[in-house]
């Protein structure tokens, strides 16, 4: 059974903000969201990852809802380099299961 | 730095043939990792070598053997090659809390 579960695909307009969510109802208490993205032909990039607490960075915020069953990631300012494949992935304890789910494929509008 | 690098990038072999897929990473990292990405879903992990002289299975390790050489260096093994196994592999290895990915090696078996 897949551990995290994102839609398929969503759409943006270029310069808005872009949320990204993620439902991971079974996450343990020690697992950690971390959140890659996929450019075509490639393998993934880092964005975020967290554990109870919203993070920010330079390329993204994360949101991690309060029962920690579901979390958001939150591009402040989408750009046409931001189109890409996104994969919510649980990451246990140990930091060498990661967990991908099936990814939300995002398309930028200019 | 070239970080992690991946051969081949392409193969096509037939059912039952052998052959080895080759990583290495620059990085001095102590974490490697080989994944396998079908059309349309996420990576799932294959194998693990959290450290120089180490393996562990992953998720879907069936069909397939590794090695870690040396700190640089972990192979993926295919001993018997079944069409099931067409796929994109990606190595990985990890500093932390981030994995960094080769460019994939694109496998397809006839």
């Known amino acids: 059974d897949a551990k995290t579960t994102q839609p398929n695909s969503m759409e943006s307009n270029e310069e808005e903000p872009v949320h990204l969510p993620c439902n991971h109802s079974?996450?343990?208490?020690?697992?950690?969201i971390h959140w890659y993205r996929q450019l075509p032909s490639q393998g993934p990039e880092y964005v975020i990852h967290?554990?109870?607490s919203n993070v920010n960075n330079r390329m993204a915020s994360l949101a991690i809802a309060e029962d920690r069953k579901s979390s958001t990631l939150i591009l402040h300012r989408a750009t046409l380099r931001d189109a890409a494949v996104y994969y919510c992935?649980?990451?246990?304890?140990?930091?060498?299961?990661?967990?991908f789910g099936t990814g939300t494929s995002l398309t930028v509008i200019p | 730095n070239a970080g992690v690098t991946q051969t081949p990038k392409f193969q096509v072999l037939k059912t039952g043939q052998s052959m080895t897929l080759q990583c290495a990473q620059d990085?001095?990292?102590?974490?490697m990792y080989w994944y396998r990405q079908d059309p349309g879903m996420g990576l799932r992990l294959i194998y693990y070598?959290?450290?120089?002289?180490?393996?562990d299975k992953g998720e879907v390790p069936n069909g397939y053997n590794v090695s870690r050489l040396n700190k640089r260096e972990f192979s993926l093994r295919l001993e018997s090659a079944a069409p099931s196994q067409t796929s994109v592999y990606f190595c990985?290895?990890?500093?932390?809390?981030?994995?960094?990915f080769g460019p994939g090696t694109r496998l397809t078996v006839l």
């Open positions: 990985a290895s990890r500093w932390g809390f981030e994995q960094f």
């Open positions: 079974t996450i343990s208490g020690t697992d950690y």
């Open positions: 967290g554990l109870t």
């Open positions: 992935i649980l990451r246990d304890n140990t930091g060498n299961q990661f967990y």
């Open positions: 990085m001095n990292h102590n974490s």
């Open positions: 070598s959290a450290s120089e002289g180490t393996t």
